[in-house]
Each structure stands twice: as structure tokens, then as C-alpha cells.
């Protein structure tokens, strides 16, 4: 039986509750870094190229504090850059890697502008949370996505006590069962029609023990695939970004951007879980990755990678990471309580 917990937490509470380092000033009687949290952010780009020396003022409210590689970049902010130091961001609108120039506060809205395709960020309560007694697993594809591969590979946690799993797929062009699978991943049959461009799927894993005749678990996921417009566009996109002359870094965060912009949140998991090593571990990356976990419903790990993304931003001073962390791991923590996942 699956639970829904509703989790509300006031932004500004959160952050005159758990404030821990660099300045917070009053405007007007709240908060400055508590005005600029509670905001939504109209997601521009990120940075792709950055120094210690790199610096941010979330919405041009407060002060210029640290910021890393692979920081969201929102509508209002601004950058400044101090000596001789290099810094970059992807803009999504344009598919463009723009640098910015050492010395003065550098206004990023005017050289970037909202992008037609948003990033949707985790907001609001904790649905469905997964990992309940009973509950299956499903690692890819997952809910809350789109695919590009239209043969992909079906990954699931292992379920204790499962002997086998069933898979069962059905979608327009596509209605097929596949029983007395062993491993936790299956390959899409080559025999069976391929998913199709822009169009919603259903698939169903139910974990099996030949010692009974009852099922063990099952889960349920519901995916979508890019229509065939949207395709063209992210497949000429990536080429555009694999052509850039930027570090290897710099590339697999626009992609990234670009994977989020159209929900292709499994395909932006794989490519910055695997390339996070090095100058990539940064608060922001792995708040990054928090929220997409949180997009995915896969929420222990997305609990996992905001608490690495907290404690890296308390040792550099990226007061605008910190807030981010701090707001989701409580809502975590809360949800975890309640219901567990």
C-alpha cells in the first residue's frame, strides 16, 4: 500500500533556524538571504568554468558570496569575477558557453535570457515515497521523465526474498511480458517494436519467489518519450556542445542543462554520476544531482547528495548552496520520519 505524505516548510523559517555561516543582514525587517531563498528560480544556465576566485549574489540581493563549478545561474543574478581569474556559464536559450570578464558586478540576465524549455526544480510535498515495505524499486526509467533511447535498458533494485521478476511494458505500439527474469536489469527485447516518438509508457516489475504462489512486491512506472521535433533539437543541441573547445567538466554540465530542459532526468543522472570525480565535486554539482534524485522520486539518494552538497558548501562559504541543502534536507528528514523511504 503506498502512503502520501504532504511536507510544507516555510523557507524563511528554515533559514533563520538552521543559519550557520556568512553575513545575514535585514532588509525591511527579513532576513537578506531569506528574501532571496524564498524566490523562485527562473533556471538561465550554470557555471561551467570557475575559480575560487568566482563570486555570486543570488537575485542581486546581499552580498557577493563563493560560488563552484556547476551553480545554478537564475534570472536577476550576478557575477563578478575578481583578478585575473577565468570563469564561464552554459545559457541554455542560447547553447552558448559565455565568459565573464574579470572586475566589475556582471549582470547575467542581460546576456542570457529566460529559456523557452524551463528546468523544473523539486518543489512542494514528498509523493510516493519510495523504499516502503512491500514497494519495488524501479531505477530507470523512472517517473517524472522523458527518453531518447527508444530501446532502453530497464534497471530495478533487488527485492529480498525474490527468486524472479515479471516485466510487463504497455504503450501505444507496444504491449509485451517478459517473465522469469533473474538479474535486477533487462535489455529491451530486439523482437519486440520499439517505443515511438511522444508518447506516454506503463511498466509494470513484480518480483517473484518460485517457493510461492503470491507475489512479493510490485511497482508501477510511468515514462514518456520526446516527440520527434523535440528529438532533433536536443540531438543537434549535444552536437553543438561536444564541439566546443571547453574542458571535459564544462561539456557534461551543458549537457546536463540541456537533458534537463527536456526531462531527460535519467539520461543527466548517468552522465554526471559518472563523471563525478575531481574538480566536479562541488556543492553545486551535488545539489544538482540532489534535485534530480528529488525529481525522480529516488529519495534516499537525493537525502544522500544534499547532505555532501551541505558540507561542502559550509567549508567554502557558498552561502547560496547552503541555503539550497539545508531547505531540502529538512523537508527530507521530515518526510523520512513520517513515512520512511
Known amino acids: ?4 505524505v504532504l511536507i510544507g516548510i ?10 550557520k555561516t556568512g553575513k545575514n543582514t535585514e532588509v525591511g525587517g527579513m532576513p537578506v538571504m531569506a528574501q532571496a531563498a524564498e524566490r523562485e528560480c527562473v533556471h538561465i544556465g550554470h557555471i ?18 563563493p560560488t563552484s563549478l556547476g551553480a545554478k545561474l537564475c534570472a536577476g543574478d550576478r557575477l563578478q569575477v575578481a ?9 541554455f536559450e542560447k547553447n552558448d558557453f559565455i ?12 546576456h542570457c535570457p529566460q529559456p523557452s524549455n524551463s528546468i523544473s526544480s523539486p518543489d512542494g510535498p514528498i509523493p510516493n515515497p519510495r523504499g516502503n515495505q512491500g514497494q519495488l524499486n524501479i531505477i530507470t526509467p523512472s517517473h517524472n521523465t522523458a527518453l531518447l533511447n527508444f530501446r532502453p535498458v530497464f534497471r530495478w533494485d533487488g527485492f529480498d526474498g525474490a527468486s524472479s521478476y515479471t516485466l510487463h511494458l504497455e504503450g501505444v505500439g507496444v504491449n509485451w511480458t517478459r517473465a522469469g527474469v533473474t538479474g535486477t536489469e533487462l535489455a529491451y527485447p ?17 518480483a517473484e519467489n518460485n517457493k510461492s504462489t ?35 567538466e564544462a561539456q557534461v554540465l551543458a549537457l546536463v542543462g540541456l537533458y534537463r530542459q527536456y526531462n531527460l ?18 556543492a553545486d554539482v551535488y545539489l544538482t544531482l540532489g534535485e534530480l534524485y528529488m525529481q525522480v522520486g529516488q529519495y534516499e539518494q537525493a537525502l544522500k547528495h544534499y547532505k555532501q552538497a551541505l558540507d561542502l558548501a559550509i567549508s567554502t562559504g557558498n552561502i547560496a548552496a547552503q541555503a539550497e541543502a539545508e531547505i531540502q534536507i529538512i523537508k527530507l528528514d521530515k518526510a523520512q520520519k513520517v513515512v520512511g523511504f
Not at 500500500?1 to 502520501?4: E, T
Not at 516555510?10 to 543559519?19: F, R
Not at 561551467?48 to 558570496?65: H, K, N, P, Y
Not at 583578478?83 to 545559457?91: D, E, Q, R, V, Y
Request: glycine share 4%; proline share 3%; with cysteine.
Open 1 to 4: 500500500m503506498k502512503l502520501k
Open 10 to 19: 516555510p523557507v524563511t523559517l528554515i533559514l533563520a533556524a538552521t543559519w
Open 48 to 65: 561551467i568554468q570557475a575559480t575560487d576566485t568566482v563570486r555570486l549574489q543570488r537575485f542581486g540581493v546581499g552580498e557577493f558570496s
Open 83 to 91: 583578478g585575473s581569474a577565468n570563469a564561464a556559464f552554459h545559457c
Open 99 to 110: 565568459s565573464v570578464p574579470p572586475g566589475k558586478p556582471w549582470e547575467v540576465s542581460a
Open 190 to 206: 530486439s523482437e519486440e517494436s520499439e517505443l515511438q516518438y511522444g508518447n506516454t509508457y506503463s511498466l509494470t516489475i513484480i
Open 214 to 248: 503470491e507475489n512479493l512486491a510490485q511497482e508501477t512506472v510511468r515514462f514518456s518519450t520526446l516527440d520527434e521535433d523535440e528529438a532533433e533539437v536536443v540531438r543537434k543541441r549535444k552536437q553543438e556542445i561536444e564541439e566546443k573547445r571547453f574542458a571535459e
Open 265 to 282: 532526468n535519467v539520461d543527466a543522472i548517468a552522465i554526471l554520476e559518472a563523471s563525478l570525480k575531481g574538480v566536479m565535486e562541488t
